[in-house]
Antibody, heavy 123, light 110 residues
Framework: EVQLVESGGGLVQPGGSLRLSCAASGFTFSSYTMNWVRQAPGKGLEWVSSIGGSGNYIYYADSVRGRFTISRDSASNSLYLQMNSLRAEDTAVYYC????????????????WGQGTLVTVSS | QSVLTQPPSASGTPGQRVTISCSGSSSNIGSNIVNWYQQLPGTAPKLLMYSNNQRPSGVPDRFSGSKSGTSASLAISGLQSEDEADYYCAAWDDSLNGWVFGGGTKLTVL
């Protein structure tokens, strides 16, 4: 069974840093593009970042570029999101999601999704 | 303000057919596939429709998708109470070089 489990969320002060992790299992991790999508409380979904299966390409949303860094480790089947210079508007549930197919990312979609981890940026 | 535009709400009675629209531009829906996600209350989103009109395994054929030009739509026929959820459209945007989502449509089954 394909499974994604996020961790690392919590309360952090504005300007602080946090590292999210996503443990993947049930599939060949290095074959799939992985993604982070967030959802602010009571709001809609916002794509954050994507990384190719071998880390060969990385994309970021304008709202996080320069502050967040996506990475992955095939040895541990893990996806990461290093978040620096956090702002109140980064407060959200962060979901890890796998690309559905082994296809170019723009032809793809997100499935499955993890259960999410809550990041709260507040003083 | 979301790049893709969806109505914030939709409603219908059991058995009815409802349609949710998603409007974009030439850089996203106009040139790329559209996907739809369903988010039941208190849960993570789930893939509902991909590549405009393809249903993943397990999704009932009551759900259908279509795309024309820079707009897409999701239709739900034979509406059931368990369809009450938030629905999001998404597409790759060639100008932004990233995924864009609609603001979401809250479907209420009356």
């Amino acid at each position: 069974e394909v499974q994604l489990v996020e961790s690392g969320g919590g309360l952090v002060q504005p300007g602080g840093s946090l590292r999210l992790s996503c443990a993947a299992s049930g599939f060949t991790f290095s074959s799939y593009t992985m993604n982070w999508v967030r959802q602010a409380p009571g709001k809609g979904l916002e794509w954050v970042s994507s990384i190719g299966g071998s880390g060969n390409y990385i994309y970021y949303a304008d709202s996080v570029r320069g502050r967040f860094t996506i990475s992955r480790d095939s040895a541990s089947n893990s996806l990461y999101l290093q978040m620096n210079s956090l702002r109140a508007e980064d407060t959200a549930v962060y979901y890890c999601a796998r690309d559905y197919h082994i296809l170019p990312t723009k032809l793809n979609c997100f499935d499955p999704w993890g259960q999410g981890t809550l990041v709260t940026v507040s003083s | 303000q979301s790049v893709l535009t969806q109505p914030p709400s939709a409603s219908g009675t059991p058995g009815q057919r409802v349609t949710i629209s998603c409007s974009g531009s030439s850089s996203n829906i106009g040139s790329n596939i559209v996907n739809w996600y369903q988010q039941l209350p208190g849960t993570a989103p789930k893939l509902l429709m991909y590549s405009n009109n393809q249903r993943p395994s397990g999704v009932p054929d009551r759900f259908s998708g279509s795309k024309s030009g820079t707009s897409a739509s999701l239709a739900i026929s034979g509406l059931q109470s368990e369809d009450e959820a938030d629905y999001y459209c998404a597409a790759w945007d060639d100008s932004l070089n990233g995924w864009v989502f609609g603001g979401g449509t809250k479907l209420t089954v009356l």
